[in-house]
């Protein structure tokens, strides 16, 4: 699996991003998939995650309410559109491809990954 994230780039403080994640090489509908995070200096975190159906989601506390992941089979490609965005959430920004059909947020438990997508937020 090949995963292409786009959409990144520099934003005010308050301002909007939809990250993207195109799956190629095979479906990938038959797996959760997530975005993680990372910081310069910091360690990979979990920012939002969705089952195989779309039908269940989940964030990490510090986005709830702003970042909404969703998914379109159809189009193998998983969606992060990124509301009232803050100097803190300032990563580079990865999807991912969990192995099981469990979702989750550990990054060990997700075999695919993405190149990453630059996300500056400026005060």
């Known amino acids: 699996v090949q995963l292409v994230a786009s959409g990144g780039g520099l934003v005010q403080a308050g301002g909007s991003l939809r990250l993207s994640c195109a799956a190629s090489g095979r479906t990938v509908s038959s797996n959760p998939m997530g975005w993680f995070r990372q910081a310069p200096g910091k360690e990979r975190e979990f920012v939002a995650g969705i089952s195989r159906s779309g039908g269940s989601t989940y964030s990490a506390d510090s986005v709830k309410g702003r970042f909404t992941i969703s998914r379109d089979s159809a189009k193998n490609t998983v969606y992060l559109p990124m509301d009232s965005l803050k100097p803190e959430d300032t990563a580079v920004y990865y999807c991912?491809?969990?192995?099981?059909?469990?979702?989750?947020?550990?990054?060990?438990?997700?075999?695919?990954w993405g190149q990453g997508t630059q996300v500056t937020v400026s005060s």
């Open positions: 991912a491809v969990a192995r099981k059909y469990t979702p989750t947020m550990m990054a060990h438990e997700y075999d695919y």
